[in-house]
Nanobody, 125 residues
């Protein structure tokens, strides 16, 4: 059974940091690209970070580049998202995902096969 269990969400003040974790099981972790998506209240889900399975290339939208970092620990099949300088508008449910996206579509949710249940991040102003 494929499982992606996200954790690490919580309440943080604007400007603060959080590190999210996503423990994966049930599939060959290293063979899949991994990504984090965010869904803010009333908005569509959007990709905020992804990492390629072949060469470890990372992709970020401009809105988070320089503040968010995605990383993986193959030994424990865990994906991390380090988030710094958080903003109130980044409040939402954060999901981890795994799949085989085309390199031009790393941020598109339809490219990912497996999804975790999400963890809530609340950034207070």
């Amino acid at each position: 059974e494929v499982q992606l269990q996200a954790s690490g969400g919580g309440l943080v003040q604007a400007g603060g940091s959080l590190r999210l974790s996503c423990a994966a099981s049930g599939f060959t972790f290293d063979d899949f690209a991994k990504a984090w998506f965010r869904q803010a209240p009333g908005k569509e889900r959007e990709g905020v970070a992804s990492i390629d399975s072949i060469d470890g290339s990372t992709y970020y939208p401009l809105s988070v580049k320089g503040r968010f970092t995605i990383s993986v620990d193959s030994a424990t099949s865990t994906v991390y998202l380090q988030m710094n300088s958080l903003k109130p508008e980044e409040t939402g449910v954060y999901y981890c995902a795994a799949g085989h996206p085309h390199e031009d579509r790393m941020r598109e949710e339809n490219e990912y096969n497996y999804w975790g249940r999400g963890t809530l991040v609340t950034v207070s102003s």
